[in-house]
């Protein structure tokens, strides 16, 4: 089993910038696929981006160019540097992590067997 937990949400203008950290626990997460995701109140969870074994890096289009998701195998978590934050980035983020080396949908959240517990992020304009 793994246990993840989120942190480093909070307030920020617009144009900052943040990171989210996840930690995992119970399990090194090396050689799973690693993705943060993100939902407002009403909606779906939206993917925002996700790291591979082989530390291939996937985002979404919302979040190119401005979102960096990186590894540290050695403290075994996977931070979310958020920068050029806008308003439409106000969520809360979730990382989740699935064992499989290969997803059939990296986008899809139903592919995740662990989920945290999410932490808030709120940008103001």
């Known amino acids: 089993q793994v246990q993840l937990a989120e942190s480093g949400g909070g307030p920020v203008q617009a144009g900052g910038s943040l990171r989210l950290s996840c930690a995992a626990s119970?399990?090194?997460?090396?050689?799973?696929?690693v993705g943060w995701f993100r939902q407002v109140p009403g909606k779906g969870r939206e993917f925002v981006a996700a790291s591979r074994y082989n530390n291939n890096a996937y985002y979404s289009d919302s979040v190119k160019g401005r979102f960096t998701i990186s590894r540290d195998n050695a403290k075994n978590t996977v931070d979310l540097q958020m920068n050029s934050l806008k308003p439409d980035d106000t969520a809360v983020y979730y990382c989740a992590a699935d064992s499989r080396l290969i997803l059939s949908s990296l986008t899809d959240w139903n592919q995740y067997d662990y989920w945290g517990q999410g932490t808030q992020v709120t940008v103001s304009s």
């Open positions: 119970g399990r090194s997460v090396r050689s799973y696929t």
